[in-house]
């Protein structure tokens, strides 16, 4: 086995929505015609990516919390930051355009909460530059999400 050096530690973990079809099963739910295009798995990709722009523009403009399909108990939402945490998290750089007063000190991000029998895990979703854009004009226009 070939020893590959890791270039690129932020992102040696990470996968593209097309190779996330790598072994997909397309002969039990698409017809032939489709399932023997050479760009299929880019055009199924291209569907995830687009659903998952859907879903996070509706939770930040329609302020919902999306749940993820049965049995994963795991949620996407909208998480306050407030108070010290809010106070440290803005020294730190975050929340630079955020209207502190009018937002009555808090911040919200986007966070994938998953529950366990052992406790709530929370993983941060980083979004492009638009969508933290929009989520602080909410915020700064009086907002509350949550």
Same mark, same amino acid.
């Given at each position: 086995?070939?020893?590959?050096?890791?270039?690129?530690?932020?992102?040696?973990?990470?996968?593209?929505?097309?190779?996330?079809?790598?072994?997909?099963?397309?002969?039990?739910?698409?017809?032939?015609?489709?399932? !023997?295009?050479?760009?299929?798995? *880019?055009? $199924?990709?291209?569907?995830? +990516? &687009?659903?998952?722009? /859907?879903?996070?523009?509706?939770?930040?403009?329609?302020?919902?919390?999306?749940?993820?399909?049965?049995?994963?108990?795991?949620?996407?939402?909208?998480?306050?930051?407030?108070?010290?945490?809010?106070?440290?998290?803005?020294?730190?750089?975050?929340?630079?355009?955020?209207?502190?007063?009018?937002? !009555?000190?808090?911040?919200?991000? *986007?966070? $994938?909460?998953?529950?366990? +029998? &052992?406790?709530?895990? /929370?993983?941060?979703?980083?979004?492009?530059?638009?969508?933290?854009?929009?989520?602080?004009?909410?915020?700064?226009?009086?907002?509350?999400?949550?």
């Amino acid at each position: 086995m070939e020893n590959k050096e890791v270039t690129n530690w932020a992102t040696s973990y990470a996968l593209t929505a097309e190779q996330l079809y790598i072994n997909f099963p397309a002969s039990k739910y698409i017809r032939k015609e489709v399932r !023997d295009l050479p760009k299929f798995r *880019l055009i $199924l990709g291209a569907i995830l +990516r &687009y659903f998952f722009f /859907l879903v996070l523009n509706d939770i930040i403009d329609k302020n919902v919390t999306f749940k993820l399909p049965p049995g994963t108990s795991a949620y996407i939402e909208m998480v306050p930051v407030s108070g010290d945490d809010f106070a440290k998290a803005r020294q730190n750089g975050a929340f630079h355009d955020v209207d502190y007063l009018a937002s !009555d000190f808090t911040g919200y991000q *986007l966070y $994938l909460r998953h529950n366990t +029998r &052992y406790g709530k895990w /929370l993983k941060r979703i980083y979004v492009s530059r638009k969508m933290r854009d929009k989520i602080t004009a909410n915020t700064n226009a009086g907002k509350k999400y949550g």
